[in-house]
């Protein structure tokens, strides 16, 4: 009895990083808070806070993303980053200009920025370098 006892003891913490893998259905997202899609916008959204310059805006500006209600086939979201004015901000409530636009795969949670200039998707790389552009 003491040795099957002692077998289990040594076994189960080899067994229990398993334990989450055996319960879960391959592929499916675990998180019960949101979709994978709400997690690749948050990291968009964390991105362009940090890397991208938008952690400092005028009083009364926000950002906001809307998101094009269906993927196309092969998987890619369209994603408008907007900015919103307050009625103290000093510019025009009623006006919530574009001012890049990105397509977000919710599959691996790859991000590419649409260039409308160049009228192609290009890396998140390159957006930050158009932007750290004169």
Not at 32 to 59: H, I, M, Q
Request: proline share 9%.
């Amino acid at each position: 009895m003491r040795i099957r006892l002692a077998v289990c003891l040594v076994a189960l913490p080899f067994l229990l990083p398993a334990l989450p893998l055996l319960a879960a259905e391959p592929g499916k997202w675990p998180f019960k808070s949101e979709t994978r899609l709400e997690a690749v916008l948050t990291v968009l959204k964390w991105k362009l806070y940090s890397e991208a310059g938008f952690s400092s805006l005028p009083k009364g500006v926000t950002l906001g993303l809307d998101v094009g209600d269906e993927p196309e086939p092969d998987g890619w979201y369209q994603v408008t980053l907007r900015e919103f004015h307050s009625e103290d901000s000093g510019f025009d409530p009623n006006v919530a200009p574009a001012l890049a636009h990105f397509y977000v795969r919710e599959g691996d949670g790859e991000i590419q920025w649409y260039d409308l200039v160049e009228d192609k998707r290009r890396p998140w790389e390159a957006f930050l370098k158009d932007r750290s552009e004169p």
